[in-house]
DNA sequence: TAGGCCATCTGGTCCT
DNA sequence: AGGACCAGATGGCCTA
């Protein structure tokens, strides 16, 4: 960690100090003017009071003659502030300062170390003292509620729950780092309807091509089916907004979906596979993270699950089981064109491949 | 430009 | 006496 140093010359005389030589101790300069007219056993008045005198009058001193008489002072009797006197308190404030410096620092080691600690560390914006122990603070209590209540929250839920008393700067971080939209965390009163029934209810796909009718590959049980533009992606390119349920996100309105069928993989789909995996009550009852994705592997019809390690393999002609985790999938037909990386993330029922929204052409 | 954050200095207090 | 700790003051840097 580097070490700004003060500019000022004190703070120069406090480096090159070398603890050995009182000579090169440089006196501030009012002092050097009492000292310079006295010998080196000479009485001389100490800062403070010299403070006093300064600002002190012959009417002060006429009051002070007029005081009652005030008893002896206890305690040690003041010792004479003589040059070699004030140069040795001099050198033992350098070191103090010294002290306090290295004490700070290792504070502020410390600090480093919690920072790395606690989530949405990151090493280009770092988080100001006061918002990393508030953070850290959140932290611990989400887990030891984890803990307590042995259920893992939902993604917002928890960045919820890390994001009390924080900034909104820090919020913003949080956000961040569990892949979260800052807007998420806002008071639903904040953000826009859309983007409330957006993050909770509905996921989109991109819709390369214009004349690709979603209506009949995604069709709800009870279909609305509404086409805007995604707030992802600054609404460049269309996208399918199907909302599948009105519920909160916890308890999802569709019914729950443990296993799809091949029968709903046909052209006309009651529900399309990624959607039915998300209208069960996986994605919204799972507590998700930006870790907590599935990794498809475009050459096979198999997905990786990144918690057991285990490839799953899709059969055509039997029923797919949710996985245990419940995270959603997708049948890999559909997924062709996809990078190896691509991934879901449930947190917000996004589905992305890289920087873009989840292209499904080879679904038409 | 105001406000937040930070490093540093400083004097006071407590403890060994 | 000296070290640890603390809080106030101060000035620099950065950002909205």
Same mark, same amino acid.
């Given at each position: 960690m580097p070490i700004k140093m003060q500019?000022? /010359?004190?703070?120069?005389? =406090?480096l090159s100090f070398t603890g050995s030589d009182l000579d090169d101790i440089d006196l501030d300069d009012d002092i050097s003017e009492l000292i310079e007219s006295d010998d080196e056993d000479s009485e001389v008045n100490s800062p403070d009071e010299n403070k006093n005198q300064k600002s002190s009058t012959g009417r002060k001193r006429k009051d002070k003659q007029e005081e009652p008489k005030v008893p002896k002072k206890r305690g040690p009797k003041k010792k004479r502030m003589t040059k070699a006197r004030i140069a040795k308190l001099r050198l033992r404030r350098v070191k103090a300062n010294a002290r306090e410096r290295n004490r700070m620092h290792g504070l502020n080691d410390a600090l480093d170390i919690l920072r790395k600690h606690v989530p949405c560390y990151s090493k280009t914006q770092k988080l100001s003292k006061i918002e990393t122990l508030r953070l850290a603070r959140n932290y611990i209590s989400a887990l030891s509620d984890i803990l307590e209540s042995g259920v893992k929250p939902d993604s917002v839920t928890f960045a919820k729950a890390l994001s009390k008393g924080l900034s909104q700067n820090t919020m913003n971080l949080v956000a961040g780092g569990l892949q979260l939209n800052p807007r998420t965390l806002l008071p639903e009163s904040t953000y826009a309807k859309q983007y409330q029934f957006y993050y909770n209810n509905t996921f989109e796909v991109s819709k390369p091509n214009q004349n690709v009718s979603y209506h009949n590959v995604y069709s709800l049980p009870s279909p609305q089916v509404a086409y805007s533009h995604s707030p992802i992606n600054n609404g460049v390119s269309p996208v399918a907004r199907i909302p599948y349920s009105h519920s909160s996100p916890v308890s999802c309105g569709l019914p729950s979906c443990t296993s799809v069928s091949q029968a709903n993989f046909g052209n006309v789909r009651d529900t399309s596979p990624l959607q039915a995996a998300t209208a069960s009550s996986s994605i919204q009852c799972e507590a998700v993270t930006s870790s907590n994705y599935m990794q498809y592997d475009n050459n096979m019809e198999r997905y990786m699950d990144p918690r /057991?390690?285990?490839t799953v393999q899709f059969f055509p002609q039997q029923s797919v089981p949710v996985p245990h985790d419940c995270s959603p999938y997708i049948l890999l037909d559909d997924l062709a064109d996809? /990078?190896? %990386?691509?991934?879901? =993330?449930? %947190?917000?029922?996004?589905i992305s491949s890289g920087s873009s929204i989840f292209d499904v052409h080879r679904i038409i």
């Amino acid at each position: 960690m580097p070490i700004k140093m003060q500019e000022n /010359s004190e703070a120069e005389q =406090d480096l090159s100090f070398t603890g050995s030589d009182l000579d090169d101790i440089d006196l501030d300069d009012d002092i050097s003017e009492l000292i310079e007219s006295d010998d080196e056993d000479s009485e001389v008045n100490s800062p403070d009071e010299n403070k006093n005198q300064k600002s002190s009058t012959g009417r002060k001193r006429k009051d002070k003659q007029e005081e009652p008489k005030v008893p002896k002072k206890r305690g040690p009797k003041k010792k004479r502030m003589t040059k070699a006197r004030i140069a040795k308190l001099r050198l033992r404030r350098v070191k103090a300062n010294a002290r306090e410096r290295n004490r700070m620092h290792g504070l502020n080691d410390a600090l480093d170390i919690l920072r790395k600690h606690v989530p949405c560390y990151s090493k280009t914006q770092k988080l100001s003292k006061i918002e990393t122990l508030r953070l850290a603070r959140n932290y611990i209590s989400a887990l030891s509620d984890i803990l307590e209540s042995g259920v893992k929250p939902d993604s917002v839920t928890f960045a919820k729950a890390l994001s009390k008393g924080l900034s909104q700067n820090t919020m913003n971080l949080v956000a961040g780092g569990l892949q979260l939209n800052p807007r998420t965390l806002l008071p639903e009163s904040t953000y826009a309807k859309q983007y409330q029934f957006y993050y909770n209810n509905t996921f989109e796909v991109s819709k390369p091509n214009q004349n690709v009718s979603y209506h009949n590959v995604y069709s709800l049980p009870s279909p609305q089916v509404a086409y805007s533009h995604s707030p992802i992606n600054n609404g460049v390119s269309p996208v399918a907004r199907i909302p599948y349920s009105h519920s909160s996100p916890v308890s999802c309105g569709l019914p729950s979906c443990t296993s799809v069928s091949q029968a709903n993989f046909g052209n006309v789909r009651d529900t399309s596979p990624l959607q039915a995996a998300t209208a069960s009550s996986s994605i919204q009852c799972e507590a998700v993270t930006s870790s907590n994705y599935m990794q498809y592997d475009n050459n096979m019809e198999r997905y990786m699950d990144p918690r /057991s390690q285990q490839t799953v393999q899709f059969f055509p002609q039997q029923s797919v089981p949710v996985p245990h985790d419940c995270s959603p999938y997708i049948l890999l037909d559909d997924l062709a064109d996809f /990078s190896p %990386d691509t991934t879901i =993330d449930t %947190d917000m029922s996004i589905i992305s491949s890289g920087s873009s929204i989840f292209d499904v052409h080879r679904i038409i």
